[in-house]
């Protein structure tokens, strides 16, 4: 089936920039998510990019999206230890848009 | 909007016991999903219902699973009998236009089958 792919862990220091990397495989791929779940929470959805976009940009946030290598990222600016969260990718396809495909979360540790 | 609500939060049955999960979806979201999550799975799709049909149900593990939505602002995931082999957390999320911008999650149900 097709795949979406993230690294599990990445750990940087407070106010530094944080970068969260996720490949997927299907090319029909039209919507793509990042999400944030914290201890004991669901998921919160963060932002999303449409693929005929190549960045968004919302506060500390920017998320880009090379369509032609099938490589989205998230980018914090200034992280902070509440940003310290498992983070999750997600795609939806044009011909399924209603079913979300999840990459396994990269878990983002914010040092002091 | 106090957003998607389930209960319980937590459950902690024994194998063999019915265990019935409930989810109020936000008001006026069309769609509703089912969520397990794992460490070894991660987050599969169980189950999803538009304007309270099940639309796609091939994510649900064996028939010990059902899921219903007997109006727009309740549904309930039910296993009987459960298993160890169940022991997630279960999530529910509803949406407006399916999946176009994304989901609200509940803050889920961990259940425990001993």
Redesign the interface.
Known sequence: GEDVEQSLFLSVREGDSSVINCTYTDSSST?L?W?KQEP??????LT?IFSNMDMKQDQRLTVLLNKKDKHLSLRIADTQTGDSAIY?CAE?TSYN????R????TRLTVKP | DAGVIQSPRHEVTEMGQEVTLRCKPISGHDYLFWYRQTMMRGLELLIYFNNNVPIDDSGMPEDRFSAKMPNASFSTLKIQPSEPRDSAVYFCASSLSGAREGYTFGSGTRLTVV
């Not at chain 1, 848009?97 to 979300?100: I, K, L, T, V």
């Not at chain 1, 999840?102 to 979360?105: L, P, Q």
């Open positions: 919507y998510y999400y004991g929470a669901g998921l919160q959805l999303y999750f939806s848009n209603n079913d979300m999840f990459g396994a979360g």
